[in-house]
C-alpha cells in the first residue's frame, strides 16, 4: 500500500474527482478526512468511503472561509494527529462573458478556487512539512491556456499555478512535495454547477460528459504521480496538446480556443 498509515486531507470532497481522490487513497491505505458545505453530502461520501473500508472522517467546511480552513486543520491533527498529504480540490466553475458577469461571480470563484486553496495550505503546511509530505493543488488546463466565457475560472487556475510553483521553490529544502495536477475535461458536476452570469448555476454541462475522461481515471493519476514526487502532471491527450499549441503558437489558439467554445450548447456567444 503506497500510503499506508498517510493522512491525506481533500477538501471539497463530496463529488467528483475529489471523492473519487479519497477513494483512491484510502485503498492505498491511507487515512482519509473530507470536507464539504454539505452534512448530508458528507454522510454520503463517508458510507461509500466505508464501504471500500476507507478510514475516514467528514468535516463540514467551506473552501471560502479562512476559519473553516483553520478548524478543518485542527479537527483533522486532533483526530489522527498529524496531516501528511493535503489535496486542495474545492471548486467552483463559471460560464459568461466578462461584459455580463457580475463581479460578485468574479470574486466568489477566485474566493473558493484560489483562496480556498492559500486557506487550506496556511493551516496544513506546518504539520505537512513536519512529515516531509505532500501539497496537491488540483488545477486545470485553464491554468496554462484561458477560454472565453471562463475568465474568473482562467484567472483562478493561473493563481493556483503561479502560487504552488512559488510554494515549491521556497520549500525546496524542506522536503516538502508539491503536485500541481491539470486534468483536462472529466466527467464531474463541475459544468452543471458552473455560475452563470446572474450567479445561478447553469444546471446542466453544455458538453458530451460522455466523451471525457472520468473522475476515477484522474485520481488514480494523482496517486501515481503523488507516489513518485511528481511537480505537476497534466492530464488528457487534448489538454496536452492545448498546452504545448498554446506555448508555441498562442495566437492561432486564440482562434482555435474561440471556435471550440462558440460551438458549445447554449454558447453564450450566440
Same mark, same amino acid.
Given at each position: 500500500?503506497?500510503?499506508?498509515?498517510?493522512? !491525506? #486531507? @481533500? +477538501? $471539497?470532497?463530496?463529488?467528483?474527482?475529489?471523492?473519487?481522490?479519497? %477513494?483512491?487513497?484510502? =485503498? &492505498? *491505505?491511507?487515512? !482519509? #478526512? @473530507? +470536507? $464539504?458545505?454539505?452534512?448530508?453530502?458528507?454522510?454520503?461520501?463517508? %458510507?461509500?468511503?466505508? =464501504? &471500500? *473500508?476507507?478510514?475516514?472522517?467528514?468535516?463540514?467546511?467551506?473552501?471560502?472561509?479562512?476559519?473553516?480552513?483553520?478548524?478543518?486543520?485542527? =479537527?483533522?491533527?486532533?483526530?489522527?494527529?498529524?496531516?501528511?498529504?493535503?489535496?486542495?480540490?474545492?471548486?467552483?466553475?463559471?460560464?459568461?462573458?466578462?461584459?455580463?458577469?457580475?463581479?460578485?461571480?468574479?470574486?466568489?470563484?477566485?474566493?473558493?478556487?484560489?483562496?480556498?486553496?492559500?486557506?487550506?495550505?496556511?493551516?496544513?503546511?506546518?504539520?505537512?512539512?513536519?512529515?516531509?509530505?505532500?501539497?496537491?493543488?488540483?488545477?486545470?488546463?485553464?491554468?496554462?491556456?484561458?477560454?472565453?466565457?471562463?475568465?474568473?475560472?482562467?484567472?483562478?487556475?493561473?493563481?493556483?499555478?503561479?502560487?504552488?510553483?512559488?510554494?515549491?521553490?521556497?520549500?525546496?529544502?524542506?522536503?516538502?512535495?508539491?503536485?500541481?495536477?491539470?486534468?483536462?475535461?472529466?466527467?464531474?458536476?463541475?459544468?452543471?454547477?458552473?455560475?452563470?452570469?446572474?450567479?445561478?448555476?447553469?444546471?446542466?454541462?453544455?458538453?458530451?460528459?460522455?466523451?471525457?475522461?472520468?473522475?476515477?481515471?484522474?485520481?488514480?493519476?494523482?496517486?501515481?504521480?503523488?507516489?513518485?514526487?511528481?511537480?505537476?502532471?497534466?492530464?488528457?491527450?487534448?489538454?496536452?496538446?492545448?498546452?504545448?499549441?498554446?506555448?508555441?503558437?498562442?495566437?492561432?489558439?486564440?482562434?482555435?480556443?474561440?471556435?471550440?467554445?462558440?460551438?458549445?450548447?447554449?454558447?453564450?456567444?450566440?
Amino acid at each position: 500500500m503506497k500510503f499506508k498509515n498517510k493522512v !491525506v #486531507v @481533500i +477538501t $471539497g470532497a463530496t463529488s467528483g474527482i475529489g471523492e473519487a481522490c479519497a %477513494i483512491a487513497f484510502g =485503498k &492505498e *491505505g491511507a487515512q !482519509v #478526512v @473530507i +470536507t $464539504g458545505r454539505s452534512q448530508l453530502k458528507l454522510d454520503n461520501s463517508l %458510507i461509500k468511503l466505508q =464501504k &471500500e *473500508g476507507v478510514d475516514a472522517i467528514g468535516i463540514v467546511a467551506d473552501a471560502a472561509i479562512e476559519e473553516d480552513n483553520r478548524k478543518m486543520a485542527e =479537527k483533522a491533527i486532533s483526530h489522527f494527529g498529524k496531516i501528511d498529504i493535503l489535496i486542495n480540490n474545492a471548486g467552483i466553475s463559471m460560464r459568461a462573458l466578462f461584459q455580463d458577469l457580475d463581479i460578485e461571480v468574479f470574486k466568489k470563484v477566485m474566493d473558493i478556487n484560489f483562496w480556498g486553496a492559500v486557506y487550506a495550505t496556511k493551516y496544513c503546511l506546518e504539520s505537512i512539512t513536519q512529515q516531509k509530505g505532500s501539497i496537491i493543488g488540483i488545477s486545470s488546463i485553464n491554468g496554462y491556456r484561458g477560454t472565453p466565457a471562463r475568465t474568473a475560472y482562467t484567472a483562478s487556475k493561473f493563481a493556483m499555478n503561479g502560487f504552488f510553483e512559488s510554494l515549491r521553490t521556497e520549500l525546496l529544502k524542506k522536503g516538502v512535495h508539491v503536485l500541481v495536477a491539470c486534468p483536462g475535461f472529466t466527467t464531474s458536476n463541475i459544468r452543471s454547477n458552473a455560475l452563470l452570469a446572474d450567479g445561478t448555476p447553469q444546471g446542466a454541462s453544455p458538453r458530451d460528459e460522455a466523451k471525457m475522461m472520468s473522475a476515477e481515471e484522474v485520481a488514480a493519476y494523482i496517486v501515481e504521480a503523488t507516489a513518485k514526487r511528481k511537480r505537476e502532471i497534466v492530464l488528457t491527450t487534448q489538454g496536452k496538446l492545448a498546452v504545448f499549441l498554446n506555448k508555441w503558437i498562442p495566437g492561432i489558439m486564440d482562434g482555435v480556443v474561440y471556435n471550440q467554445m462558440a460551438k458549445e450548447k447554449d454558447s453564450p456567444f450566440k
